[in-house]
């Protein structure tokens, strides 16, 4: 067991999806936290499932797959923004409106493809296969994300508990939802190339809801999440190493679940 452990550990595809793993699992955690407190679970699905039309079509055109999940992400979170923010609409309606016409795009596209085998990857990823390209993506992305959550933290803060106090203090929570919408999309679409549509809400949610748990104030939910998706993906990728027939991305999905269970255990 410690030989193959080892082992792992010299192999360079391993290594490479472990950076890839921890990029990823920083974004998608410390975003994560907000999508939690603000019981948006629901928009990691739609932005992961809202891809599909975007790399589909760019992959019929004979484009790169990523910039179109990226366009299609990017137009999800723009039209979730402009429906929710129309009176009479909810953030739950916009999310689930957008949710159903990106997919059921996706799913008529495909069919005019006449092949299905070629999407498969985008449903289920495929860390073990990422390549220095990716890592730069996925790296280019994170600093991305973690450099507009500093510029806009303590005013994203404020509107995840309070939108209406915010609002009188002049911190424009329509703008910031805005700004969380369009770094949840690329965040979702890089973690995409690792754990597939299927599963990349678990890695929005699970270690959030985890750090949720543990931490006494945002920072603190924010660290403990970054571990758990850190150190849960690790154990996932080991796992998946070890037994050959187990899929990488639902290895790592399984390994964030253990510390949530651990917790919810603990605090029963």
Not at 49 to 76: C, E, M, R
Not at 228 to 246: E, M, P, V
Request: with cysteine; glycine share 10%.
């Amino acid at each position: 067991m410690l030989n193959t452990l080892l082992s792992a550990f010299q192999e360079d595809f391993f290594l490479r999806a472990l950076l890839a793993l921890f990029l990823s699992g920083i974004s998608a955690a410390c975003l994560g936290s907000y999508i939690i407190l603000r019981r948006m679970s629901f928009i990691s699905t739609a932005m992961t499932h809202s891809i599909l039309p975007g790399v589909v079509l760019a992959v019929l055109l004979g484009f790169s797959a990523y910039w179109g999940a990226l366009i299609a992400a990017l137009l999800t979170a723009a039209g979730i923004a402009w429906i929710s923010s129309r009176k009479g609409s909810s953030e739950d309606s916009a999310i689930g409106v957008m949710l159903s016409v990106m997919f059921a795009l996706g799913i008529a596209f495909m069919g005019l493809s006449h092949s299905w085998r070629d999407f498969t990857g985008l449903l289920f990823g495929s860390i073990v296969s990422v390549s220095t390209e990716d890592i730069g993506v996925i790296l280019g992305t994170t600093l991305i994300v973690l450099f507009c959550l500093r510029l806009v933290h303590k005013e994203l803060e404020l509107a995840s508990f309070d939108e209406e106090y915010a609002h009188l203090l002049g911190a424009r929570p329509v703008l910031l939802r805005s700004v969380l919408l369009i770094l949840i999309a690329l965040a979702a679409v890089a973690s995409v190339r690792l754990v597939g549509a299927l599963l990349t809400t678990a890695l929005f949610i699970i270690p959030s809801t985890t750090g949720v748990l543990i931490g006494k104030n945002l920072k603190g939910v924010m660290f403990w999440s970054v571990l758990c998706a850190c150190g849960g993906g690790t154990l996932g990728l080991i796992i998946s190493y070890t037994f050959q027939g187990i899929p990488a991305g639902a290895a790592i999905v399984l390994g964030c679940a253990i510390p949530y269970f651990v917790v919810r255990i603990k605090n029963a």
